[in-house]
C-alpha cells in the first residue's frame, strides 16, 4: 500500500532525502513512476508533456500509476518530480509531503545545475529566468496551495523539521541527514539577477513565506 507521496521540487534537498527514505522504507519500497512510464524528466519527455499537454500527462497517469502500483506490493513510496496535483484522485491515504527552499536561492541553484547537465547550455542566467518552465516551480508543484500536503519540510531547518516528520509518519528512529547532490555555484549574485528572480517567481515567494509562518 503506498504511505508517501513525495512531490521533489528540483533543488529542494531531494537526493538527500531520497537516501533517507531508503534507509526507513528500503529501495525495493520506492517506486519512481515517470521512470515506469519511460518518460524520465532527464530525457525531457515527461517535462514536455507536463508544459505543453498537461491533459495527456494525466490519463497516461491515472491510467498507468495505480495499475502498476497494483501489481507490486512492496511499494509504499512514491518518489519524484511530479506535480502533487497528478495525484488528486489516488492513493487517498498515502501522505503527501514535500520540502521546500528559499526560492531565491533555489531558482540558482536549478540554473547552475541545468548548466552544468547541459540542459540549457550557454544561457545567462537572466534568460533562463525569463522562461515559463523556470518561474513559479514551487508553486506548479504544490499545486499552488499548501493545503495540498501533509508535510511541508524547510530545507534550511531540515533536522528539525525530520522530528516533525518521523513522528507523523511514525518512524522508528531519524537517519543522519547526507549532503548529496549539492551544487557549487557562485554566492555573489547581483541584487539586480535576485530581484529578478523574486519578481518572476512571485508565486513560490508567497507559498515559502506562508510555509515559514506556520512554523512552530
Not at 498515502?94 to 531558482?107: D, H, T
Not at 504544490?142 to 509518519?169: P, Q, R, S, W, Y
Request: charged residues 25%; contains cysteine; aromatic residues 12%.
Amino acid at each position: 500500500m503506498i504511505e508517501v507521496i513525495h512531490c521533489h521540487i528540483p533543488k529542494t534537498g531531494g537526493v538527500s532525502f531520497l537516501q533517507i527514505i531508503e534507509e526507513i522504507y528500503g529501495k525495493e519500497a520506492i517506486a519512481f513512476p515517470w521512470t515506469w512510464l519511460g518518460m524520465a524528466p532527464e530525457e525531457g519527455k515527461g517535462f514536455d508533456l507536463m508544459w505543453h499537454d498537461w491533459p495527456k500527462l494525466k490519463r497516461i497517469w491515472k491510467t498507468n500509476v495505480p495499475r502498476i502500483v497494483r501489481g507490486n506490493n512492496k511499494l509504499r513510496v512514491l518518489q519524484g518530480h511530479h506535480p502533487v496535483s497528478l495525484y488528486y484522485d489516488m492513493f487517498p491515504h498515502a501522505r503527501r509531503i514535500c520540502w521546500v527552499r528559499n526560492p531565491i536561492q533555489r531558482v540558482i541553484s536549478n540554473y547552475y545545475h541545468d548548466m552544468k547537465n547541459g540542459h540549457q547550455p550557454n544561457m545567462s542566467i537572466e534568460k533562463y529566468i525569463h522562461l515559463p518552465e523556470n518561474q513559479n516551480v514551487v508553486s506548479f508543484h504544490m499545486g499552488h496551495n499548501i493545503d495540498n500536503f501533509d508535510f511541508i519540510g524547510v530545507v534550511e531547518f531540515m533536522e528539525k523539521d525530520l522530528e516533525v516528520l518521523a513522528t507523523l509518519l511514525k518512524w522508528k528512529y531519524i537517519p543522519d541527514v547526507p549532503r548529496l547532490n549539492v551544487g557549487i555555484y557562485p554566492r555573489d549574485t547581483s541584487q539586480g539577477v535576485m530581484d529578478m528572480i523574486r519578481e518572476f517567481n512571485y508565486r513560490d515567494v508567497a507559498i515559502y513565506q506562508a510555509v515559514l509562518e506556520r512554523r512552530p
